[in-house]
């Protein structure tokens, strides 16, 4: 069975680990264990199920704290420092890519796929901190390696989603709200590709492209931003 090293990593989490199987589970990915039957450990999906909602908590207790903005507001720092795009850069900062255990088909995309992969696993590093450490570490951690991006996040103003911003410059300039329509739709269903425009009244500002109906017009609202012919 792979071994951790766990010196490297309790550098990395400023930790001192105990349970150090938890954190070999927290770095394996569910393909692994299609190519490696007799692995001993189960991949990290339930982990990462826990540290996705012990991170919610550490990041919004921190939030409520420290920042005496409206709710509203908090729910967008929070979403901006917990996406996985954000997630996923963390991750690669921490160099946590050296620890992963995944399939060889998986090692070989370097996409949105590995930007999911890393996000997934961060927060199940967290859940295995919480489980071996406690939750006052996982506030350590979360504050010295997440929450650290906030004031970036805070004076870019990327807390708020390009859909919102679109929504707020237009309704501001014309009154009205932007609307998305599905421009095509290609691929096999596990790998379809949406073209989305945006559009302000019957004027289209804008096209994007993305996995989902969701994440393309989030594209193009980017991309309208970005035109600013509005």
């Known amino acids: 069975m792979p071994s951790l090293d766990k010196k490297e990593l309790e550098t990395i989490l400023h930790l001192k680990i105990q ?3 938890l954190y070999l589970s927290a770095f394996t990915h569910r393909s692994y264990l299609n190519e490696n039957r007799g692995f001993a450990l189960p991949h990290n999906e339930r982990l990462e199920f826990l540290g996705d909602a012990v991170l919610e908590l550490a990041a919004t207790e921190y939030l409520y704290r420290n920042y005496p903005h409206p709710e509203g507001e908090l729910t967008n720092f929070r979403s901006a420092l917990v996406n996985y795009k954000m997630l996923s850069i963390i991750a690669q900062q921490l160099g946590f890519e050296q620890f992963l ?3 060889r088909g998986e090692a070989k ?3 949105r796929a590995r930007q999911v992969i890393l996000a997934n696993c961060i927060e199940a590093v967290i859940g295995a901190i919480y489980l071996d450490l406690g939750y006052e570490a996982v506030q350590e ?3 010295n ?3 650290v991006e906030l004031p970036k996040i805070i004076e870019g103003g990327s807390y708020m989603d390009p859909k919102s911003r679109l929504q707020e410059i ?3 300039k014309r009154g009205v709200t932007p ?3 599905v421009i095509s739709e290609t691929g096999p269903d596990h790998n379809k590709i949406f073209i989305v425009a945006a ?3 019957e004027h289209e500002v804008g096209q994007g492209q993305g996995p989902s109906k969701q994440e393309a017009e989030i594209s193009a609202a980017e991309n309208s931003l970005k035109n600013n012919i509005y």
Do not use: I
Request: aromatic content about 12%; overall charge negative.
């Open 145 to 147: 390696k997440v929450l």
């Open 19 to 21: 349970n150090a199987d």
């Open 101 to 103: 255990l995944m399939s």
């Open 199 to 201: 559009y302000v009244g």
């Open 141 to 143: 951690f979360v504050k």
């Open 179 to 181: 609307t998305y329509g």
């Open 170 to 172: 237009v309704q501001e």
């Open 109 to 111: 995309d370097t996409g």
